[in-house]
């Protein structure tokens, strides 16, 4: 793997990193209910050295009822002040997943206008297995203003995700796996419709990764999104269960050199919820 302070770096450049003064590390740990895991309790009991707890389910869009939608400009703003991100750092994120939750981060960074972020090649579990320290107290973070400029491209709502389902362009790409995406398995959020949205390509996440929770080589990811039926020379939007490895895949996507992406953000928990948009079921 070859790293890349605007995309992912692995442990051993952390490892080397750690100490630079315009480092900030993020724990975005993250799961679905059903995983019974607590990422805060978890990340006050351990985390990476300096590392700062950035909670998903709060820093995001209060006045939504969907799961964790990007928050306001002047929200995120606020925040970073308080942990003490901005203007000048690079950022590293991580999760307790290997692979999870931190692209999600990432892309949120990016959707602000901030460029040098990245995600952590397999995250706490790896950093762990190597024998790399940890700590138990959080960091005492000075106030850092930054400078957002938002970057509309790199979102898509529903209204936008319709469209593109009846026209075909861009390409829906879903991370979702492949019983959910057919429709045979349940949602873990109740309420929603089995199935996918229609013209929708199946890319699972699970699918970019290797067992220790890396990514896998560009090659590989490429023939990946191929094999699904994605064309790379056209845009994309990606979309999963919440928009959380929704951002995988443009991770995925933008280690590739593919820049015409973008997230949908309500992802299925809106448009399973939508009486009024239509499903599909199967494979196709």
Same mark, same amino acid.
């Given at each position: 793997m070859t790293d890349d302070p605007k995309t992912l770096v692995s442990t051993d450049w952390l490892a080397a990193h750690l100490k630079d003064p315009d480092l900030r590390v993020?724990?975005?740990?993250?799961y679905l209910p059903d995983a019974g895991r607590d990422p805060k309790a978890e990340y006050e009991e351990a985390h990476i050295p300096g590392a700062r707890f950035f909670d998903i389910d709060e820093i995001s869009d209060a006045r939504s009822d969907l *799961?964790?939608?990007? *928050? *306001?400009?002047?929200?995120?703003?606020s925040r970073m002040r308080a942990m003490g991100v901005g203007d000048g750092h690079q950022v590293v994120v991580y999760d307790g997943a290997g692979m &999870?939750?931190? *692209?999600?981060v990432w892309w949120l960074f990016k959707l602000m206008g901030q460029e040098n972020v990245a995600v952590l090649d397999g995250g706490f579990p790896k950093w762990?297995?190597?024998?790399h320290a940890v700590e138990d107290m959080p960091p005492i973070p000075r106030d850092r203003h930054m400078t957002v400029r938002f970057q509309n491209h790199l979102v898509r709502d529903v209204t936008q995700v319709a469209?593109?389902?009846? &026209?075909?362009?861009?390409?829906?790409?879903?991370?979702?796996?492949?019983?959910?995406?057919?429709?045979d398995a349940p949602e873990p959020r109740e309420g929603l419709r089995a199935g996918h949205i229609p013209n929708a390509r199946n890319v699972p996440y699970t699918d970019l990764l290797n067992e220790n929770?890396?990514?896998?080589g560009n090659d590989a990811a490429r023939a990946v999104f191929e094999a699904a039926g994605v064309d790379l020379s056209k845009p994309i939007v990606t979309s999963c269960g919440s928009g959380v490895t929704?951002?995988? &895949?443009? &991770?995925a996507l933008e280690r590739l050199g593919h820049s015409d992406w973008a997230l949908y953000d309500g992802s299925w928990a809106e448009w399973g919820m939508f009486p009024t948009v239509p499903v599909a079921t199967g494979d196709a």
């Amino acid at each position: 793997m070859t790293d890349d302070p605007k995309t992912l770096v692995s442990t051993d450049w952390l490892a080397a990193h750690l100490k630079d003064p315009d480092l900030r590390v993020l724990d975005a740990s993250w799961y679905l209910p059903d995983a019974g895991r607590d990422p805060k309790a978890e990340y006050e009991e351990a985390h990476i050295p300096g590392a700062r707890f950035f909670d998903i389910d709060e820093i995001s869009d209060a006045r939504s009822d969907l *799961p964790h939608m990007a *928050p *306001p400009i002047e929200k995120f703003m606020s925040r970073m002040r308080a942990m003490g991100v901005g203007d000048g750092h690079q950022v590293v994120v991580y999760d307790g997943a290997g692979m &999870l939750s931190a *692209p999600r981060v990432w892309w949120l960074f990016k959707l602000m206008g901030q460029e040098n972020v990245a995600v952590l090649d397999g995250g706490f579990p790896k950093w762990v297995a190597e024998g790399h320290a940890v700590e138990d107290m959080p960091p005492i973070p000075r106030d850092r203003h930054m400078t957002v400029r938002f970057q509309n491209h790199l979102v898509r709502d529903v209204t936008q995700v319709a469209h593109a389902s009846k &026209l075909g362009i861009p390409q829906i790409v879903d991370a979702r796996g492949a019983a959910r995406f057919r429709g045979d398995a349940p949602e873990p959020r109740e309420g929603l419709r089995a199935g996918h949205i229609p013209n929708a390509r199946n890319v699972p996440y699970t699918d970019l990764l290797n067992e220790n929770q890396t990514m896998i080589g560009n090659d590989a990811a490429r023939a990946v999104f191929e094999a699904a039926g994605v064309d790379l020379s056209k845009p994309i939007v990606t979309s999963c269960g919440s928009g959380v490895t929704a951002a995988i &895949l443009a &991770l995925a996507l933008e280690r590739l050199g593919h820049s015409d992406w973008a997230l949908y953000d309500g992802s299925w928990a809106e448009w399973g919820m939508f009486p009024t948009v239509p499903v599909a079921t199967g494979d196709a």
